[in-house]
């Protein structure tokens, strides 16, 4: 039986093609040089249907639960004041308070400190959100969910249940656990003088939102809560859609004022940033973010937030109309490598690059 989702036309006519290659390849007379290929194809294809075949199960099913319980169990235990130091950012009556979880992963208190109202934003461990609830002394009115996956979404149940009048808001594309409130792009959430307001940003998954809250009304830089799509130095896998989407997702964000705020969804700068190092090692700007995320990471700090002016300078994934970066990554796609990259064929490159970096 095929798969939610999958079509049992599409396995059928795949099977076939692929047991066709199978027979071509054998029969040929270079049939070293063809099983050596055929394997080649076969394991990266068993890679991909394995990966469907896990993610499916890991987003649909409650397999995934059970997966993220263990994430949750073994990073309580390995990380028991959390994987990172983290700082506060305190405005005018507004406080942004990350609150680092499971391995890498980060959820944020976003506080109205004269109405004592807060908004969690991921709030993947419920253990560790409601207890730097109750160090503010605030009560919980609303979670905004970026996605769906349960390292962002895995604390809704527990905290939407211990703080009744608290609402669930995110994407009606994702199937985020007990949503109250769905959300389309550009609804704007007000709680107290908070201000957010949703950004479409599909890719990473099909329903994938950012967060902005505006700064105008405590006269300080807006914050972008960024989720999967965007990190220092990085941006999140295209896992529901296609380089397109992803650029499209990118370029709404890009379209944000230099002096946002950056608050990314894990902890990556470092591993990012060496991967950036890579495709631009005379990137200058890279070198001295390097050099602060070493010494912040030698002392376990966060390194959040960064801005999208600092972004745009060093962060691969938003520089994809560089001419400097299209050479960084040599021949184009052309038959004779004379045709320059379209923006999101120079992104789906830069993903498999860093892919194989991460891989050695």
Excluded at 93 to 109: F, R
Excluded at 186 to 198: K, P, Y
Excluded at 245 to 252: A, E, F, K, N
Aim: glycine letters at 8%; one cysteine or more.
């Amino acid at each position: 039986m095929a798969w939610q989702g999958w079509s049992a036309p599409w396995l059928w006519v795949s099977g076939c093609g692929l047991l066709l290659l199978v027979l071509v390849l054998l029969v040929s007379p270079r049939s070293c040089r063809a099983r050596r290929t055929l394997r080649g194809l076969f394991m990266a294809r068993s890679k991909r249907l394995l990966f469907r075949i896990g993610y499916s199960l890991y987003t649909r099913t409650w397999l995934g639960y059970l997966f993220y319980r263990q994430q949750l169990r073994r990073a309580r235990n390995r990380y028991p004041k959390g994987h990172s130091r983290t700082q506060p950012r305190l405005f005018n009556g507004v406080k942004v308070l990350p609150i680092p979880v499971l391995s890498d992963n980060y959820s944020y208190l976003i506080i109205d400190t004269q109405a004592r109202l807060a908004v969690a934003v991921d709030p993947s461990d419920p253990q560790a959100v409601q207890a730097s609830i109750e160090k503010e002394g605030v009560n919980l009115v609303a979670i905004l969910c970026t996605h769906k996956h349960w390292d962002h979404s895995g604390g809704n149940r527990d905290l939407s249940r211990r703080h009744q009048d608290c609402r669930v808001y995110g994407s009606p594309q994702d199937g985020i656990p007990y949503l109250t409130h769905p959300l389309c792009h550009q609804d704007v959430v007000s709680v107290g003088r908070l201000q957010i307001r949703a950004l479409a940003t599909p890719g990473h998954t099909q329903g994938h939102l950012v967060y902005l809250l505006d700064g105008e009304p405590y006269k300080g830089p807006s914050c972008l809560f960024s989720g999967d799509l965007l990190f220092l130095s990085g941006c999140g896998r295209t896992f529901e859609g296609t380089a397109e989407t992803m650029l499209s997702s990118l370029d709404t964000v890009l379209g944000l004022g230099d002096d946002t705020l950056l608050w990314p969804g894990h902890e990556y700068a470092e591993e990012n940033l060496g991967f950036a190092g890579v495709v631009e090692p005379e990137n200058l700007a890279r070198e001295r973010k390097m050099q602060w995320v070493q010494r912040q990471r030698m002392e376990r700090k966060s390194t959040c937030p960064s801005t999208l002016g600092e972004e745009r300078s060093y962060n691969p994934f938003l520089r994809t109309h560089c001419l400097v970066l299209q050479e960084a990554l040599g021949p184009g796609p052309g038959p004779t490598g004379d045709d320059d990259y379209s923006r999101a064929q120079l992104l789906e490159k830069l993903r498999q690059l860093k892919d194989l970096h991460k891989s050695k």
